[in-house]
């Protein structure tokens, strides 16, 4: 059955969620309308592989539901996209990553616009 996987325990993750699950570094708070980066790193603390039979190959990024952008990658690339993005509104910034392997993956970051 499909399914989207995240972490189970942020404060003990598995060397499995470790590489899977992807890792959003963006501010906390953020100006309306004013460009900000987003990384996006599969994963954290251990890189997920790249080599043809395994690897990641894309990530979304979304503003609650709102589609914001997809990166595709190969074998050849690293696992990491940065995003350049503006908000208008507070929202719970998710990204979704797909492992050829083991399927699709989910984190989130709550981001506060201020005007
Ligand atoms: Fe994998």
Redesign the pocket.
Known sequence: MYKVQTFKDPANMTP?EE??VPYIEAPDKVKKGEYFKVTIRMGKGID??MEPG???QYVDLYANYYHLGRVNFTPESKAEATLTIKLEESCTLRAFEL????GQWESVHEIIVEE
């Not at 492992?99 to 083991?102: P, V, Y």
Request: charged fraction near 10%.
């Open positions: 499995h590489k899977h997920h592989p395994h690897f990641i492992c050829n392997l083991h």
